[in-house]
C-alpha cells in the first residue's frame, strides 16, 4: 500500500516505472513531472528561473536569499527562536488534517511542517507566523525537501518571482482587502445578475473568498485541483485564483442566483462535486480574461488608498 497525493492509499504496480516521492509519498509518473518542475522554480536542477525571463528573479536569489548558502536553513530551525512556536504547534494538527502525511501526531510531515513554519517565522519577524501559511508549506511539503520547501515559501511571500505574497499575512491583512475588493468588482462585471444578487443578500467576498487567496485554494479543495491550480499559480501568480473563483462562480450560476442568504454563504463555501472537476473548471477558468482589468482595478485601489490617507492626515491635523 502506498500514498498518492491525496493521502488516499493505493497499490503499487510492480510494473510500473513510477516511484517515491522525497516524502516516501507513492507518486505516479504525472506527480514526478510535478516534483521535477516545482523544483526548477527554486534552481534545484540548473533551471535558474531561465523559464520566467526576469533577471530580478536570478538576482534575488543570488544577492539576497542566499538560497544555496549552506547552513541558513538549519541556523533557522535548530539555533533560532521564534515568538510563534506555540501557535504554530497549535495549529500543525489542523493543516491537512485528513492527509496522511500529516495525521501522525509527532509524525514525520508534521515535524517538518513545524521547522519550515518556524524558520519563516525567524527569518521574517515582522510577519512572523500567522495562520493560513501552514497550508502552503504544507503542500510544498508533499513534492520536496524542508529546505527547498522552505526557500520557496520564502520567494513566494517575498514575490521573488512574482508580486509579494507577504502582505497576505501583514497585520490587517492588506492584500487579502485589496484582493477581496477587485475579485468584488469582477463578479459585478463578469455576472452582473449574481454581483447584483450578491448585494441584495448583502454577501460579499469576506464571508467566502479570503481562505481562496490565502491559502491559493489549498484550504478545503480537493488535492487533485488543487494541485493544477498549483501547477498554474507557480507560473502566472495570483490571477488565477481570480480566475479559478470567478469560473466556480459562472459554473454554479444559475444555482447560487436562486438561493437566500442563510442558503448562500454556505454554498459558496461547499461547492458541488462537479464544479471541482479540473477538467472542467480550469477551462472555464483559463477562458477568462482579468489581467487588464486587474491591473486597473489595483490602480483604483491605489488612488483610493491615498485619497483615504490624506483626508486622515488632513484630519488629523485639523484636530491639533
Not at 503499487?12 to 516521492?21: I, M, R, V, Y
Request: a neutral charge; charged letters at 20%.
Amino acid at each position: 500500500m502506498n500514498i498518492d497525493e491525496t493521502g488516499i492509499g493505493c497499490v503499487k504496480n510492480s510494473s510500473s516505472s513510477a516511484s517515491s516521492g522525497r516524502n516516501g509519498i507513492y507518486l505516479p509518473g504525472i506527480e514526478e513531472r510535478r516534483i521535477r518542475k516545482w523544483r526548477k522554480m527554486i534552481g534545484v536542477g540548473g533551471s535558474d528561473w531561465k523559464h520566467y525571463g526576469s533577471r530580478m528573479a536570478v538576482d534575488f536569489w543570488e544577492s539576497d536569499l542566499l538560497l544555496m548558502n549552506p547552513g541558513v536553513y538549519e541556523q533557522l530551525v535548530i539555533y533560532e527562536t521564534s515568538a510563534s512556536e506555540l501557535d504554530i504547534i497549535r495549529d500543525i494538527s489542523r493543516t491537512f488534517p485528513t492527509h496522511v502525511f500529516f495525521q501522525q501526531r509527532h509524525g514525520p510531515g508534521q515535524r517538518s511542517l513545524y521547522n519550515v513554519l518556524k524558520a519563516y517565522s525567524v527569518y521574517d519577524r515582522d510577519v512572523g507566523y500567522v495562520q493560513g501559511m501552514g497550508f502552503l508549506a504544507g503542500l510544498l511539503l508533499l513534492y520536496m525537501s524542508e529546505e527547498d520547501a522552505f526557500w520557496l515559501l520564502v520567494a513566494l511571500l517575498k514575490g521573488a518571482v512574482h508580486s509579494p505574497m507577504e502582505g497576505l499575512y501583514q497585520v490587517g491583512l492588506p492584500l487579502v482587502q485589496k484582493y477581496l475588493s477587485q475579485f468584488e468588482q469582477l463578479v459585478k462585471e463578469k455576472f452582473p445578475k449574481l454581483g447584483e444578487h450578491f448585494s441584495e443578500e448583502m454577501v460579499n467576498p469576506s464571508m467566502y473568498a479570503s481562505q481562496w487567496f490565502i491559502t491559493v485554494f489549498s484550504y478545503s479543495f480537493p488535492f487533485p485541483l488543487a494541485l493544477r491550480i498549483w501547477d498554474v499559480f507557480l507560473y502566472e501568480g495570483v490571477k488565477v485564483v481570480f480566475q479559478v473563483g470567478l469560473a466556480l462562480l459562472g459554473y454554479c450560476h444559475d444555482e447560487l442566483i436562486k438561493l437566500p442568504f442563510e442558503k448562500l454563504v454556505p454554498a459558496l463555501k461547499n461547492f458541488p462535486e462537479d464544479a471541482m472537476n479540473p477538467d472542467v473548471l480550469l477551462p472555464m477558468a483559463f477562458s477568462i480574461k482579468v489581467s487588464r482589468r486587474l491591473l486597473e482595478l489595483e490602480e483604483e485601489h491605489k488612488k483610493r488608498n491615498q485619497g483615504m490617507l490624506q483626508q486622515s492626515t488632513s484630519s488629523a491635523k485639523q484636530k491639533r
